[in-house]
């Protein structure tokens, strides 16, 4: 075997000495257009340079040009080619059988058993080896956190930024990167910012319909529909409904913070709107302060799609529509939770539900507009009192008092107001 090689890259250098030599005897042929008479004299000195040939049987590192390569470092097709005729000539038991016995002596047992394994054995052997390998790769193997994954494993841990930075570098350092960068997660959560947040010197709000349209577009990025899903082929109309609602909340921490009092008119609201409900005070009672917060939100309950008519399919349910999770602020105002800013502010609010437009979603590139229904329920007894104009000892649907209950004659006497039904019922008759 040494010999063999050794004689094919003699005959390869050789070639190649050859081949520079006819190459540059050629260029300068040409040079001179092949005239013989210039060709001698002008490269005369060229001409009488002694063209040595390598000697034979000499080390390979002796002879000029590249050294054949070990058989190791050959490509694929160049090994297929040196082995090919101990491929033909040998069977493949006798082949199997010399390779374990080469792995064992080279001390490679596991090696050498594996092949025995994989060889003497029932033909499906192999295909077993190999698929309980791929499992244990696909067991062990690490899946890192998505950008939204972290942000909402952040946020439900209530993990500040500093503990996410460390949890993320001391996992890091035991070789193990599943978390996004906070830069990373600082983006995913400007994706979930409305626009046209306002804000101001009492409070902040955001466009209702600008909030409708990114809750909807959100819940409709965590579906997957099949790709050849067709919305008008199946249904006519897709409905968002929403449950809203507001309760303001007394006696928080003053921050000291100093209001712009130039505001004032806004919250100045007039006097003979006063009930029994303590708010017919005195200017103090209208200065600006963030010890009362009076907050309006709306909760994304389901999504339908359907045809008029008929039954709806639910598309997206939220399985916690009684969890925060869910819940978007529409606006906050320090204000009290007096009769007229309830009614001031709903009404605000109802304005913005009426002139609510439709939210167009692209489904697989077709446009599918989506209606949101908002429902008043998220409401307490003093909201619906205020809203319907009952004292708290009577019943907003029927106005009927507690003295009134006992008699049974009076149900039929009892007027109902169909209008504040939707409230539900009075706790009064429970
Ligand atoms: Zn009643």
């Known amino acids: ?87 033909e000539t040998i069977s493949t038991d006798r082949l199997l ?39 244990s790769l696909v067991k062990d193997k690490i899946i890192s956190y998505t950008v939204d994954e972290a942000l909402a494993h952040m946020v439900n841990c209530r993990m500040t930024k500093n503990v996410y930075h460390q949890t993320r570098l001391g996992l890091k350092e035991h070789g193990v990167n599943v978390y996004p960068s906070y830069d ?43 790709e050849d899903f067709n919305f008008f082929e199946k249904y006519e109309n897709a409905e968002f409904i929403f449950k809203w609602g507001c309760d303001g909340s007394s006696g928080q921490t003053e921050y000291h913070q100093s209001f712009n009092q130039n505001t004032h008119f806004i919250l100045n609201e007039p006097q003979s709107n006063s009930d029994g409900d303590n708010d017919s005070d005195d200017c103090e009672q209208n200065r600006i302060t963030d010890a009362n917060v009076f907050l309006f939100s709306c909760v994304p ?3 339908t799609f359907g045809i008029t008519d008929s039954t709806n399919d639910i598309i ?33 609010i109802e304005d913005e539900i009426k002139s609510l437009v439709p939210i167009e979603i692209m489904i697989n590139n077709i446009s599918v507009p989506i ?8 409401v307490d007894g003093k909201v619906i009192n205020n809203l319907t104009d009952t004292s708290s000892q009577r019943c907003f649907i029927c106005k009927c008092g507690p003295k009134d209950m006992n008699d049974l004659k009076n149900i039929q006497q009892f007027k109902i107001n169909e209008n504040n039904l939707k409230y539900g019922l009075s706790t009064l008759h429970a």
């Open 371 to 378: 209606h949101c229904k908002l429902v008043m329920t998220m």
């Open 184 to 226: 990373r997660i600082r983006e995913a959560k400007k994706l979930c910012y409305p626009e046209g947040i306002e804000i101001y010197e009492f409070g902040a709000s955001i466009p209702l319909q600008s909030l409708l349209d990114h809750t909807v577009r959100r819940v409709f990025q965590t579906f997957d529909l099949p």
């Open 316 to 348: 997206w349910k939220n399985l916690t529509p009684s969890s925060t999770r869910y819940c978007r602020p529409i606006k906050f105002l320090y204000k009290k939770e007096t009769k007229y800013n309830t009614c001031k502010e709903v009404e605000a």
């Open 97 to 135: 059988w010399a390779t374990r016995v080469s792995l064992f002596k080279e001390g490679k047992h596991a090696a050498a058993d594996l092949l025995k394994q994989s060889t003497e054995y029932s033909p499906s052997r192999p295909a077993k080896i190999r698929t309980t390998f791929r499992e």
């Open 301 to 303: 309950l389901r999504l």
């Open 1 to 87: 075997m040494e010999t063999t090689g050794q004689d094919e890259h003699y005959e390869a250098v050789l070639n190649k000495k050859i081949l520079a030599y006819t190459t540059t005897l050629n260029r300068k042929w040409l040079a001179v257009n092949r005239t013989a008479s210039t060709f001698i004299s002008k490269y005369e000195g060229w001409l009488d340079t002694k063209f040595d040939l390598p000697k034979k049987g000499k080390k390979a590192v002796d002879l000029r040009g590249r050294p054949s390569k070990p058989f190791s470092d050959l490509s694929e097709r160049a090994k297929i080619r040196k082995v090919k005729p101990l491929v």
